[in-house]
């Protein structure tokens, strides 16, 4: 009898020795992969009453690619004609002719942005903003605003550059806002983007929760 309460006894406490250990060992955290550097261009865009999707538009993560438009005339807002764009995974470009805005009395005969390794340039081909002429390679961000017949007041930002929530840079080579009846519209010409995405936040590591484990006897 005595022999038998001992050989209990012990599986018991072998039972309570291994429920106190932990299961399995905890894997051991990885740092977040860094995103893949990627291009993207397009060659225009209108938000607003009379909104253009961006078109042609083209991205890549890898190899080049590329798309062409021969004419773009969805409203009377705008009319231009040989848009242009390609992207790869660090270089974006694109171009259009023959522009003209007529409620801004916008022209220019080419308009292009270029994104090449994070750095961005525009430049302008014999383009005007009512019947001046705009810098063919203006400085970043170069704001003019122009009075509009019947509309208002307008503003046109030339060699647009942003800093992307992504980490990518932006560069629009001409964004032009209208004060249209009704709603505001903002015209968006020739814009290529490039760049490597900012690394996502490391999760913190859990920490471990520390229990006291009753034991009777």
């Known amino acids: 009898m005595s022999y038998r309460r001992l050989t209990i006894t012990g599986l018991l406490a ?128 170069t704001t003019i605003p122009v009075d509009v017949d019947g509309l208002g007041r307008a503003s046109l930002i030339l060699n647009k550059q942003q800093r992307m929530a992504d980490g990518r840079l932006a560069v629009t080579a001409m964004e032009l806002r209208l004060p249209l009846p009704g709603k505001a519209s903002t015209v968006r010409v020739a814009s290529a983007m490039c760049g490597r995405g900012a690394v996502p936040p490391e999760a913190p590591a859990p920490e471990p929760v520390k229990r006291d484990l009753p034991v009777t006897g």
């Open 14 to 141: 072998t039972g309570l020795i291994a429920t106190a250990a932990p299961a399995t060992a905890a894997a051991p955290a990885t740092a977040p992969a860094a995103p893949r550097p990627e291009g993207s261009a397009y060659g225009l865009t209108v938000d607003g009453p009379l909104a253009v999707p961006p078109l042609p538009a083209v991205s890549s993560a890898a190899g080049p690619v590329s798309k062409s438009l021969a004419r773009e005339a969805h409203t009377k807002l705008l009319n231009a004609s040989a848009l242009d764009v390609t992207a790869s995974s660090t270089r974006a470009r694109s171009t259009v002719a023959h522009l003209a805005v007529p409620p801004a009395q916008l022209l220019a005969s080419a308009v292009s942005a270029e994104c090449d390794g994070g750095r961005g340039s525009a430049h302008l081909t014999r383009a005007a903003l009512a019947g001046k002429r705009l810098d063919a390679t203006p400085p970043p961000n």
